[in-house]
Each structure stands twice: as C-alpha cells, then as structure tokens.
Nanobody, 123 residues
Framework: VQLVESGGDSVETGGSLRLSCEVS????????MSWFRQAPGKSREYVAT????????YYSASVRDRFTISQDNAKRMVYLQMDSLKPEDTAMYYC?????????????????WGQGTQVTVSS
C-alpha cells in the first residue's frame, strides 16, 4: 500500500488549501480512509473519515463545517478541502487506511499511513 500526500503549504488565517492523498495497492475490503494531523509536541489528532463506497464523510467537531473530505470517481485520490483556516490548524497532515470496517477516530484503528504534508496557518 502506498499513500502519498501533497498540497500542504503556508497560508494566512481565513485561507483555503486542498490536500490530496494518492492511494495505490489498497487491499480489498478496506472501506474507510481518514485524515489525521499532528502539531509539534502534540499527539496525533483525528480530522475526518470517508466511506469509500458512498463518499459519506465524518468529521471531528473542530473541523466540521470548515473541512470537506472527498474522493475522485476512480477512488485513487482522497482529498481534504480546508476552508476558513485558523492558526490552530497548523500541523502535519496524514492520510491513513482503516483496518476496521467502521468510521473510527482512533489512530490505532488505521494501519497504513502516508508520510504527511505540512500545513502552516499564520495569524
């Protein structure tokens, strides 16, 4: 399995970014993919999950109504559209594949991870 994130950048408060995660080699039956983030000195934080069958998204309270998770029709890309960015959104963002067959906010329920892409939001 390969997960390659891209799209991270430095933006000002209120700006937008779209992160991409290119997916290859995904085992059959893996239906849930997620985005997590980790700021320096902090633990990894759940952001959002997508059910690949339907495109339905699940979100943490801190990003709901600002971030949107989606995928392309071929299901080779997972995106995270981030709007109304805040300085507290600054972190390394990772995409991950769940090994459980439900939407989970727990990092331990995800066994494949990308290398991350850095998002920095300045005030």
């Amino acid at each position: 399995v390969q997960l390659v994130e891209s799209g991270g950048d430095s933006v000002e408060t209120g700006g937008s970014l779209r992160l991409s995660c290119e997916v290859s080699g995904l085992p059959a039956g893996r239906r849930f993919m997620s985005w997590f983030r980790q700021a320096p000195g902090k633990s990894r934080e759940y952001v959002a999950t997508i059910l690949r069958d339907s495109g339905w998204g699940y979100y943490s309270a801190s990003v709901r109504d600002r971030f949107t998770i989606s995928q392309d029709n071929a299901k080779r890309m997972v995106y995270l559209q981030m709007d109304s960015l805040k300085p507290e959104d600054t972190a390394m963002y990772y995409c991950a594949v769940a090994h459980v067959d439900y939407s989970s906010s727990q990092a331990a329920d995800h066994d494949y991870w990308g290398q991350g892409t850095q998002v920095t939001v300045s005030s």
